[in-house]
């Protein structure tokens, strides 16, 4: 199956990652991020970082998003970006928790300083990952 985005998919996506970034509560940590879900059927759904001062309950602009995406009943998707100054990749934890719902995402990691990016399958980001197959309630 062909997964690759095609251009004007990720200039919407960047676009929307840029934009939503702006939204960002990062008080603490002055680190603002954005990230941008594509639809199957090209809707997307946005997520910015949500920080708190008890630092470890901060919330990552990626896992908005896709918590996002699931409450409004999508959990078919066909790319995200992230913007941030630098073009950071998602963390261990946003890597796991998007690859609950496939591996095959393409990831655009993007730097809102010159606009540039580039595009990582999430198998690349999070190789041998752990699946839930082996548990035994797997169906
Ligand atoms: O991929 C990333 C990396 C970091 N952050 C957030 C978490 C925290 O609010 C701030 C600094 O780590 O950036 C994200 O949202 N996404």
């Known amino acids: 199956m062909n997964r690759a985005l095609e251009p004007r998919q990720i200039d919407r996506l960047i676009q929307a990652a840029t934009l939503v970034r702006d939204q960002a509560y990062a008080p603490h940590s002055h680190f603002y991020v954005g ?6 059927d090209g809707e997307i759904v946005v997520g910015c970082n949500v920080e ?21 009943g999508y959990r078919l998707w066909k790319g995200i970006a992230v913007a941030s100054v630098g073009g950071v990749s998602p963390c261990g934890a946003c890597r796991q928790f998007l690859s609950e719902f496939g ?10 300083i010159d606009g540039s990016y580039k595009i990582r399958s999430l198998k690349q980001l999070l ?11 797997h169906a």
């Open 35 to 40: 990230a941008a879900l594509l639809m199957e």
């Open 52 to 72: 708190n001062a008890s630092y470890s309950m901060c919330l990552c602009a990626e896992r908005v998003a896709a918590a996002a995406a699931i409450s409004k």
């Open 103 to 112: 591996l095959e995402l393409p990831v655009v990691i993007t730097d809102v």
């Open 127 to 137: 190789p041998e990952a752990f699946d839930g197959s082996l548990l035994p309630t």
